[in-house]
């Protein structure tokens, strides 16, 4: 069965600091990889896919990057954090030509 | 703009009642869509789906229904169970398999027992 992992669960970075969530996805290949936030009071967000290693598409011009270094990993990173930048950022995968996403469990940032 | 709405952020219904959470869209482009529930502090899973090429689609205590003219869906669970408590999220995607997904603000579902 396919699983998908992301960490850290929480995280507090001060204003300015780098950032970097990692996922991973088990148990499938070549799958599409999606980047969300969910800020306070909002729905989900897209802000990045990925359809393959080393391809990248983002949907939002933002303070963050992505990058995926390998099949069924997936980074999230920013060199220096905003406060807005505070949220749940979740990772999700789906299968090739499938509308179906899984989610992981997510990580709350706190930018202070 | 939001592309995606759901207009009750919260709904209250009482248990082995029909809970009714509805989605307006406004991109005519739109060719299938999701519901996914959330519990806090976890991920999103997936609940049903629709594609516009139909009007129903049921699993089990759940159905959604698709309004292409009123670009409108609504989710349906019946019986409501305590455990059915969490955010409802209805998501939208042209035919591209999900790489631009837009999904709805949310609404909040209470299970009363």
């Known amino acids: 069965s396919q699983t998908i992992h992301q960490w850290p669960a929480t995280l507090v970075q001060p204003v300015g600091s780098p950032l970097s969530l990692e996922c991973t996805v088990e148990g499938t290949s070549n799958p599409n990889l999606y980047w969300y936030r969910q800020a306070a009071g909002r729905g989900l967000q897209l802000l990045f896919y990925?359809?393959?290693?080393?391809?990248i598409s983002s949907e939002v011009p933002q303070n963050l990057s992505a990058s995926r270094p390998q099949d069924r990993q997936f980074i999230l990173s920013s060199k220096k954090l905003l406060l807005s930048d505070s949220g749940f950022y979740l990772c999700?995968?789906?299968?090739?030509?499938?509308?179906?996403?899984?989610f992981g469990p997510g990580t709350r940032l706190t930018v202070t | 703009d939001q592309q995606v709405k759901q207009n009750s952020p919260s709904l209250s219904v009482q248990e082995g009642r029909i809970s009714i959470l509805n989605c307006d869209y406004t991109n005519s482009m739109f060719d299938y869509f999701l519901w996914y529930k959330k519990y806090p502090a976890e991920g999103p899973t997936f609940l049903i789906s629709?594609?516009?090429?139909?009007d129903k689609n049921e699993d089990g205590r759940f159905t959604v229904f698709l309004n292409k003219s009123a670009k409108h869906l609504s989710l349906h669970i019946v019986p409501s169970q305590p455990g059915d408590s969490a955010v409802y999220f209805c998501a939208a995607s042209p035919d591209n398999y999900g790489q631009n997904f837009v999904f709805g603000p949310g609404t909040r579902l209470s299970v009363l027992p």
């Open positions: 999700a995968w789906s299968r090739q030509n499938s509308y179906e996403q899984y």
């Open positions: 990925s359809v393959g290693i080393g391809q």
């Open positions: 629709i594609s516009s090429i139909k």
